[in-house]
T-cell receptor, first 112, second 113 residues
């Protein structure tokens, strides 16, 4: 079983709509959580960290449910420029290891 | 300021050749990471340095893969006797310290024929 799982999509969504992605992780000892965005043939870039209390950054809201081991990302009023692959990322942490574990990514296409 | 840079951006190698991929992290960043991203997949962790010390190399797929960071700055990922399955994008990331945000370079796209 993959350590971080997410629906690869693609999600085809009309401009202005709200879209939500979920992701599950298998290691209950995971310490920190992120959403990264990756455009085609580009490097991943941090979109936002995910905190237990939930956090919001403009049109983007991230939530963490430790009990159920899932992370969500909500995008409101979607823009054409939101089209990208969204990577769910977990840091297991501890023991000198600081490598990130990525999901496969969810492909989002915003349609005009 | 300057971000993470990697060279070459593209590399075509014949099966069996050795390749060396370079990463220049953001100045002052203590931690440096290498990831491998196959087509249609998320990046997979390969190895991690804190300064010049390689603290975790659990993700290196075989003993043909070797990474170093001798002066705690620039890092080189070397792949010996390349195989077709090594074809991927190799991403380097750096962070100021453990637990801090990782910033990725543009990657080296390796194609092994």
């Amino acid at each position: 079983r993959k350590e971080v799982e997410q629906d690869p999509g693609p999600f085809n969504v009309p401009e202005g709509a709200t879209v939500a992605f979920n992701c599950t992780y298998s290691n209950s000892a995971s310490q920190s959580f992120f959403w990264y965005r990756q455009d085609c043939r580009k490097e991943p870039k941090l979109l936002m960290s995910v905190y237990s209390s939930g956090n919001e950054d403009g049109r983007f809201t991230a939530q963490l449910n430790r009990a159920s081991q899932y992370i969500s990302l909500l995008i409101r009023d979607s823009k054409l420029s939101d089209s990208a692959t969204y990577l769910c990322v977990v840091n297991m942490g501890g023991g000198g290891a600081d490598g990130l574990t990525f999901g496969k990514g969810t492909h989002l296409i915003i349609q005009p | 300021g300057a971000g993470v840079s990697q060279s070459p951006r593209y590399k075509v190698a014949k099966r069996g050749q050795d390749v060396a991929l370079r990463c220049d992290p953001i100045s002052g960043h203590v931690s440096l990471f290498w990831y491998q991203q196959a087509l249609g997949q998320g990046p997979e962790f390969l190895t991690y340095f804190q300064n010049e010390a390689q603290l975790d190399k659990s993700g290196l797929p075989s003993d043909r893969f070797f990474a170093e960071r001798p002066e705690g700055s620039v890092s080189t990922l070397k792949i010996q006797r390349t195989q077709q399955e090594d074809s991927a994008v190799y991403l380097c990331a750096s962070s100021l310290a453990i637990g801090e945000t990782q910033y990725f370079g543009p990657g080296t796209r390796l194609l092994v024929l």
